[in-house]
């Protein structure tokens, strides 16, 4: 089983430029989240959705945006990238209503300079 | 707002000790508890789930308790082995707002050979 995959694994962005992280999950999970790692922080939620068709903001939204594409695919924009957005990015997915076990991907590395 | 504390936060202990590492949060009104494990430059590794009318589950040498009243889950390793070396997080998923998970800023464990 892959789970929940991630793209890419690392990527280096030049304050301004946008990109998309891609995320996967084949575990038939109704809600995906995005989460960002930052050292000291621990991991704090960004957007998530928890059914096909909608999304909701997190606790750090800012500067971000989300495209639930379908139910296996949930991505993340960054659409000006700056240098406080340089974090590591996970994606999870959980089942519904129980017991909303999240499972992860194995993260991108971002670094915005 | 949810504050989840873990202490300390890094621990080294030789191998074949047993372990006790600690999860403290500030709201009791949870749904349930998860503890991770997370390797370096790795993603989330789910350990255990344990929902808020359990009082502890167990998966081989693990075995984690959860006492809302006091706000606190420990997750308890015996007989520990080097391989068990990682950060360890917990996260904590209150009632009503199913999607909003807080996670702790985790314990660094080394275990010595």
Known sequence: ?113 | KQEVTQIPAALSVPEGENLVLNCSFTDSAIYNLQWFRQDPGKGLTSLLLIQSSQREQTSGRLNASLDKSSGRSTLYIAASQPGDSATYLCAVRLSGGYQKVTFGTGTKLQVIP
């Open chain 1, 1 to 113: 089983n892959a789970g929940v995959t991630q793209t890419p694994k690392f990527q280096v962005l030049k304050t301004g430029q946008s990109m998309t992280l891609q995320c996967a999950q084949d575990m038939n999970h109704n809600s995906m989240y995005w989460y960002r790692q930052d050292p000291g922080m621990g991991l704090r939620l960004i957007y998530y959705s928890a059914s096909e068709g909608t999304t909701d903001k997190g606790e750090v939204p800012n500067g971000y945006n989300v495209s639930r594409l379908n139910k296996r695919e949930f991505s993340l924009r960054l659409e000006s990238a700056a240098p406080s957005q340089t974090s590591v990015y996970f994606c999870a997915s959980s089942a519904q209503p129980t017991p909303y076990e999240q499972y992860f991907g194995p993260g991108t590395r971002l670094t915005v300079t």
